[in-house]
T-cell receptor
């Protein structure tokens, strides 16, 4: 049973470009969370999705950031017109239900140059 | 917003010593999760707790769900160098329609030989 798969592991973008981060949850999991982590800091909640629905996006900036979890395929976190401050590690986690344990992917390290 | 406070923030211990860290909240939780994050990696689930008063072990790790449901602690016995990392507690916070998984501030553990 494969774990949570995130790709790419590392992503370099120039300022103004778009970044697309992918997350394939564990088999059977329909709940996906995205978190952002700066060096030496904790995990900051961004968005919580359940198949085709955004449940809570209170941690995601209203501009330039969007997330989706389509019926088929991985969850995508999209950052448009990236700026240097978007450089961080972005982690995805999935769970079977909302109140159960969540399992993390290896993260995508985004560097904006 | 609701927060999970972890203490201590960081600790240096000698190899072989026992470690204790805790997590507190002003809100009641129905689930407590403990994760460990190694440098450059995603958090890995260590222990999940679902009942007030529950005490669960995983090898040298023991975690307890506080009776008040507002706290939890994690103990590591006979620490070894590979215990180095950041330990996070987490719990689902009810957002109305669902629960989003929220993380504590983390306890950074460093082991000296």
């Amino acid at each position: 049973n494969a774990g949570v798969m995130q790709n790419p592991r590392h992503l370099v973008r120039r300022r103004g470009q778009e970044a697309r981060l992918r997350c394939s949850p564990m088999k059977g999991h329909s709940h996906v969370y995205w978190y952002r982590q700066l060096p030496e800091e904790g995990l900051k909640f961004m968005v919580y999705l359940q198949k085709e629905n955004i449940i809570d996006e209170s941690g995601m900036p209203k501009e330039r950031f969007s997330a989706e979890f389509p019926k088929e395929g991985p969850s995508i976190l999209r950052i448009q017109q990236v700026v240097r401050g978007d450089s961080a590690a972005y982690f995805c986690a999935s769970s079977l239900r909302s109140n159960t344990e969540a399992f993390f992917g290896q993260g995508t390290r985004l560097t904006v140059v | 917003g609701q927060q999970l406070n972890q203490s201590p923030q960081s600790m240096f211990i000698q190899e072989g010593e026992d470690v204790s860290m805790n997590c507190t909240s002003s809100s009641i939780f129905n689930t407590w999760l403990w994760y460990k994050q190694d440098p450059g990696e995603g958090p890995v689930l260590l222990i999940a707790l679902y009942k007030a008063g529950e005490l669960t072990s995983n090898g040298r790790l023991t975690a307890q769900f506080g009776i008040t449901r507002k706290d939890s602690f994690l103990n590591i016995s006979a620490s070894i160098p590979s215990d180095v990392g950041i330990y996070f507690c987490a719990g689902p916070i009810n957002t109305g329609t669902a629960s989003k998984l929220t993380f504590g501030t983390g306890t950074r553990l460093q082991v000296t030989l």
